[in-house]
């Protein structure tokens, strides 16, 4: 072997250094168990940086060697430095403790779903935790979301309060223990624990339980049809029986969320099995340590309230991830929806006060405990796609597990999208997304926004040298890194601001989240975002990469007829896109489609366009899904964002693929971004950019709708012409640029039945593809875009 042959470290004994997610995740303990098996000496610690080892031994370059490879699963390791130190005299191999250090880049890990060993003890009546819902260990339980700064130790964490008992003390120290140094360790002597109180405001009584009897209070609630709630892991959740039609419908008038699907949580895989369809890459998702909400394809007659999931044809399941979640449901209900403890829009409340305050509407009782929650952090949710998991919504279990760069980038901050908001900052290869934020339209998710920013600069010790932000100058988001909002974002004030176009965004995150810079062909499909000409994108073939873009194609336009309201009301597209098939006859060439519409609504719609005013136009491909859901009668008004094009694809007949028609054509190059400081780029620019009209399909779908052809026909022939057009833009880019790799980025592919056909069609004609599997598609990752971008910028 190599070692023998010429000895690396003559004196056997060494310095490492390990970085990365090496704190909380029973690191030390791998490594105290390793040395020893190594029969190495020397000692172990946390530091600011991460974890420093003293080794010495004969077998010192066999430890460092699989130091990496036998990892436990949660371990992430950045970086391992090694440094020879002169031989000294440790006899034994000691876990020393940690040391605050100047210089912090200690990553804190996410929160981990109950390991099966402390299940099993949960379970055991014999055990000294039976039934203790704060169970943890080395291997599971609450981080994140109990953290206030690094190192990750436990007066650093909201268990700061809670002093260990005698037992819980000795499993802390024992190194052979497996809650040696599991910060939230405790038991029912020392540790949280629970307290029940009736909502006296609806039910005039006063009960306040502790322990096990607020358990059983809140169980008994649940049964009786009642909504509790929870105090969880990263905020609180509403719970009702999801078997309870009563009760949902309750939960969903009181909590004034009318359409949104509900999550639920059951007790076990094989209850996940009789609820809904569940491959083997979805089972082992819902049963992974993340253990997010996964999208999946619902049995008929589950038995679930129809008020749960209303019209989808999918239901979002979770499987507990808490101690107290498991106890939950051994209760008499086997299915509780868990959604979040918010009033509609507003972030999800983690508060004691704040959540008797705020949800006294809509509670009949609350399950609270008194471990404090640091960091709001909701359900991540996920769906499988072409067979790999993609994040809806990264949250819980995620978060903040960075995404690795290619290469140690300038540190910054990017604040993100206006929709579905996280914000992002980097720091050497490590690019962390924050939880998610919500809608940056208030507020109340801006001081949620400066919360997280804040925490994440602290517990990452980031210090930023740029502020990217997206391009429209309206966004809270671009208002408050220019400092027009509050005096937050003013101690940034000396940092360069860099404007990042939305589009270009989603292309650079697709790229990032892939370890490639490589330009490549972006095809983007989304809601809206800023163009560099002032005009509303989102059906777009954008060449580029992190350095720079050139708007190679687009959807061909519509108006907006009324601005903003078109996207929330889709027949107004519709109406649009009749008007651009025919400006006379209009909404006269589908008279059973104007039916549905009052004389009023229609002029106004005229009017807008007739007179331009407020009838922005828009290559977005969000709207043209809107048109059609309206034109198929699917959906005339949308209660919440996407809610038309998931009507449509929950439509259609996954069998048919015959597209109807499209036009190409070509226009001249507008809104181009100079790319003459990106020498790395392929080809240059061309004089003209292809235009990509469904119109033709507009015009064949009105006409089967009128011949009585199934919307499911008509929807999955949408769907595939989306499809083939797109490919089509995709050939000619490619013959133009000799570029052979296609992204795939923006909301529209969270809908499985376009992006799954996309990757088909482009895998046949022999692309490679890049998609997201570790930020959203959606306006969740635009962040992560940004962050890249303003790294290229910096770099000059
Ligand atoms: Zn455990
Ligand atoms: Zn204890
Ligand atoms: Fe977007």
Redesign the pocket.
């Known amino acids: 072997m190599m070692d023998s042959f010429e000895r690396k470290y003559p004196s056997n004994r060494i310095r490492i250094t390990v970085t990365g997610i090496v704190q909380g995740v029973g690191f030390r303990p791998y490594i105290y168990r390793l040395a020893t098996e190594c029969g190495v000496t020397g000692s172990v610690r946390n530091d600011g940086r991460g974890v420093e080892i003293d080794a010495q031994g004969a077998r010192v370059e066999e430890f460092v060697r699989r130091i990496p490879l036998e990892a436990p699963p949660l371990v992430l390791i950045t970086d391992l430095v090694t440094e020879e130190l002169e031989s000294g005299n440790a006899d034994s191999f000691t876990i020393i403790p940690s040391r605050g250090s100047a210089v912090s880049s200690a990553m804190i890990p996410a929160d981990v779903a109950t390991c099966d060993d402390c299940l099993h003890e949960l379970l055991d009546a014999s055990d000294r935790r039976h039934r203790y819902p704060f169970i943890n260990c080395t291997n599971c339980g609450p981080r994140y979301t109990i953290t206030q700064s690094i190192p990750y130790d436990r007066p650093s964490t909201s268990m700061n309060r809670f002093a260990m008992c005698e037992d819980c003390a000795r499993e802390y120290h024992d190194p052979g223990n497996r809650r040696f140094h599991a910060q939230p360790n405790a038991c029912p002597v020392c540790g949280p624990r629970l307290l029940w109180r009736r909502n006296a405001q609806l039910h005039g009584e006063d009960v306040d339980l502790e322990g096990d009897p607020a358990l059983h209070a809140a169980l008994h609630d649940l049964r009786e049809g009642r909504i509790v709630a929870v105090r969880g892991l990263g905020g609180y959740h509403l719970a009702a029986d999801a078997r309870n039609e009563r009760a949902v419908h309750l939960l969903r008038v009181r909590k004034q969320r009318y359409e949104k699907p509900l999550v639920v949580m059951v007790r076990n895989l094989d209850a996940a099995r009789r609820l809904c369809h569940v491959s083997e890459t979805e089972a082992a998702l819902l049963s992974s340590a993340q253990r997010p909400a996964v999208i999946l394809r619902q049995r008929t007659d589950n038995g679930i309230a129809p008020s749960v999931s209303l019209e989808n044809p999918t239901l979002g399941l979770m499987l507990p991830y808490t101690p107290l979640h498991h106890l939950l449901m051994l209760g008499d209900c086997d299915a509780l929806v868990m959604t979040s403890g918010n009033v509609s829009e507003e972030s999800i409340c983690i508060d004691i006060d704040d959540a008797e305050l705020r949800l006294e509407q809509i509670a009949d009782g609350f399950l609270h405990h008194d471990r404090d929650i640091l960091q709001r952090c909701d359900d991540s949710v996920l769906r499988v796609i072409a067979g790999v998991p993609r994040p809806v919504r990264r949250a819980r279990g995620y978060v903040p597990r960075p995404v690795l760069l290619r290469a140690e980038l300038p540190s910054v901050i990017a604040v993100g999208?206006e929709l579905k908001n996280t914000l992002c900052v980097s720091k050497g290869r490590a690019a962390f997304l924050s939880q998610h934020i919500g809608d940056l339209e208030s507020f109340e998710t801006l001081r949620f926004f400066e919360e997280t920013l804040d925490h994440l600069l602290r517990i990452f010790d980031v210090h930023p040298q740029a502020l990217a932000h997206d391009l429209h100058p309206e966004y809270l988001g671009t208002q408050w890194a220019n400092g027009q909002l509050g005096d937050a974002s003013l101690r940034f004030a000396d940092l360069p601001r860099i404007a990042v176009q939305?589009?270009h965004a989603?292309l650079a995150a697709c790229l990032a989240e892939n370890g490639t810079d490589e330009p490549a062909i972006g095809v983007i499909l989304?809601?809206?975002?800023y163009g560099t000409d002032g005009s509303i994108w989102g059906g777009e073939f954008l060449v580029g990469n992190s350095a720079g873009f050139w708007r190679a194609g687009h959807f061909a336009q519509l108006a907006m007829p009324g601005g903003e309201r078109a996207a929330r009301e889709p027949w107004r597209m519709a109406y649009a896109a009749m008007r651009a098939l025919n400006s006379i006859e209009a909404a006269r060439i589908f008279p059973e489609w104007l039916a549905r519409r009052s004389a009023e609504e229609i002029a106004a719609a005229e009017f807008a366009m007739e007179s331009g005013t407020n009838a922005p136009r828009t290559s977005s491909c969000g709207r043209l899904f809107d048109a059609v859901a309206s034109l198929t009668g699917l959906c005339d008004i949308a209660h919440f964002e996407a809610q038309a094009a998931i009507r449509l694809e929950f439509a259609a007949d996954e069998s048919v693929r015959q597209p109807y028609g499209f036009e190409l054509r070509a226009e001249a190059q507008q809104g181009m971004m100079s790319l003459t400081e990106n020498p790395g780029m392929a080809g240059m620019p061309a004089a003209t950019s292809i235009v990509l009209s469904f119109l033709p399909a507009i015009q064949e779908i009105i006409k089967d709708m009128r011949i009585g052809k199934s919307v499911a026909e008509i929807s999955a022939r949408f769907h595939a012409t989306i499809i083939e057009g797109c490919a089509a833009v995709v050939d000619r880019i490619a013959m133009e640029t000799g570029i052979r790799t296609v992204a795939l980025s923006?909301?529209s592919f969270q809908n499985a039945l376009l992006l799954q056909g996309l990757i088909e069609a482009l895998h046949k004609r022999k692309y490679a593809v890049l998609t997201h599997s570790q930020v959203p598609t959606?306006?969740g990752g635009?962040s992560l875009g940004q962050a890249v971008i303003a790294h290229a910028k910096l770099r000059g």
């Open positions: 999208a939305h589009h989603h989304d809601g809206t975002g923006g909301g959606n306006d635009v």
